[in-house]
């Protein structure tokens, strides 16, 4: 593509400058990345700015900068190379790197309807249910998320949940060309603050739910929520959204979109509402009131926060055309997400699951549904994210404690931080005499199991899928499913 018609999506006015107009290899925000006849656009970043990098990419060969007006006056790049380059400025160019890599990839979501899923929890079970649906009715969906991004049976590890600009445009220029579908993307507070989403037409956004989180990044619980509703906000007219009718929060999306509003809930009256709830240690019941549609569910995964999940896969499939039969087949033969609350197979007189509950609600949500199968004790193993909102920490040791039985506070991604003092403050919030504190985690995991006894639950939250510890700028290899097997294999001989 040529750089003219490239940075026409900019709305700048390239003047006498643009003497030579050029076939453009590639668009990099990574120095390392630029090539002969590139386009670098440098990003300010939290921890790197990528403006100080111009003159690596000039060396590389990029033959054009996008640099960002406030940081013009502070750019030093040598004459020589300065005269080799274009420079481009833009007001933002974080939101500038997303309109580019959408046009040099021929902007693939007109070819791709493209769901975006957003709020604290939930999003990722939410994305695998759609994605269900969505096969089982014979389209051919492929997703982006915490767990993986997947596609036509290939999966590939997540870097993040929301990928970078450059590459979610590829990605979805990839599912066009093999005739994909659909893209579920779970999106995060962080990438729609970072604008990695700019480019992208959402055919449709799920809002599932807002508590605290990630207010280390984002400061307030309004600064969370102002990201989450910029997903909303830039939804076209011919969007719709899907709103869970339960949260405070719902109108003020409501009012901020241009999109067709579809509501979902429980409590409250909604376009999509569960009735008749039933929930058993085998699973889940209810009826779906979808407007003239219902649609009966009979599910394997466990709680209310579960049928909240549905009944957003419900609303959104609903809107999408999807028939109620062809959603209540996929949910029914659908077993569960990876890390969340997944049983863990063995044949003793307690039960195991793991969950990804990393927040004082999710931690809440799971323990409350585990209750409702009425079990003897519940056990729970537990910890906190270091460099994270410490604020959280306290909430969290005072809902582990209030309800489950006995809880052991142990180590979760540490990283800067020392694990003994994000155990202190978890400790904090207890009120009772119900805990241990046991800094490594496997010792945990094995005391934990060790103390139950038959009808009892044992809870191991907080890590879910992820196979890894962050500590002292290492991640070591850590993967609950597979340490809980070794100790329940240790327990048995």
């Known amino acids: 593509m040529k750089l003219k018609q490239l940075i026409s999506v900019l709305k700048v006015n390239p003047g006498f400058w643009l003497k030579d107009d050029f076939e453009v290899s590639c ?19 939290t921890s790197v700015d990528g403006h100080d990098f111009i003159a690596e990419a000039i060396g590389k060969g990029a033959r054009a900068v996008v640099i960002q007006q406030d940081r013009a006056a502070f750019i030093k790049v040598p004459a020589e190379l300065k005269e080799r380059a274009l420079f481009i400025t833009v007001p933002r160019t974080h939101k500038a790197l997303g309109e580019l890599a959408a046009e040099f990839y021929g902007r693939p979501s007109s070819k791709v309807r493209v769901a975006g899923i957003t709020g604290t929890n939930g999003k990722t079970t939410v994305s695998y249910l759609i994605e269900a649906m969505l096969l089982k009715a014979g389209y051919l969906p ?51 603050h970072q604008e990695r989403t700019e480019g992208v037409d959402f055919s449709s956004a799920i809002f599932t739910n807002l508590t605290q989180d990630h207010l280390d990044y984002h400061g307030t619980m309004e600064g969370y929520f102002a990201a989450k509703l910029k997903l909303f906000q830039g939804l ?62 009979r599910s394997s995964l466990i709680g209310r926060h579960n049928v909240y999940n549905m009944l957003a896969a419900i609303a959104w499939g609903t809107e999408e055309g999807v028939l109620p039969q062809t959603m209540a087949e996929a949910l029914a033969d659908f077993t569960c997400v990876p890390g969340r609350l997944q049983r863990v197979e063995w044949e003793g007189e307690f039960s195991v699951f793991i969950d990804y509950a990393h927040t004082d609600d999710a931690l809440k949500n799971v323990i409350t ?11 729970v193993v537990f910890g906190c994210g270091g460099d994270r909102d410490r604020s959280k920490r306290p909430k969290m040791g005072q809902v582990a404690s209030e309800l489950a039985d006995f809880c052991f506070i142990t180590s979760d991604n540490p990283r800067s931080e020392e694990p003994a003092d ?29 103390s139950a006894r038959a009808g009892d639950i044992v809870l191991i939250a907080g890590k879910g899928h992820e196979n890894y510890q962050v500590y002292k700028g290492k991640t070591i290899p850590f993967d609950d499913l597979r340490v809980t097997h070794e100790c329940l294999r240790s327990l048995r001989s």
């Open 27 to 45: 668009v990099a925000s990574d120095s390392r990345r630029a090539v002969k006849d590139s386009l670098f656009v440098a990003l300010s970043g």
């Open 142 to 192: 492929a997703v982006i998320g915490t767990v993986n991004y997947r596609f036509k049976g290939r999966s590939m590890p997540a870097g993040n949940t929301t990928p970078g600009p450059l590459e979610i445009q590829k990605m979805l220029a990839d599912i066009a060309r093999e005739h994909g579908t659909h893209l579920v993307m779970e999106v995060s507070s962080h990438a729609l």
């Open 236 to 297: 076209t007219k011919s969007a719709f959204a899907v709103i869970n009718n339960d949260q405070e929060q719902a109108d003020r999306i409501k009012k901020a979109t241009r999109a067709k509003v579809v509501t979902y809930g429980i409590d409250k009256a909604a376009d999509v509402r569960a009735q008749g709830m039933r929930f058993s240690a085998h699973g889940t019941e209810f009826t779906a009131e979808a407007g003239s549609h219902t649609v009966y569910v």
């Open 369 to 379: 549904s585990l209750r409702q199968l009425k079990p003897s004790r519940i056990i």
């Open 422 to 450: 994000i155990a202190e403050d978890i400790r904090k919030g207890i009120r009772k005499d119900n805990y241990r504190v046991v800094i490594d985690r496997k010792e945990a995991i094995n005391s934990a199991l060790l």
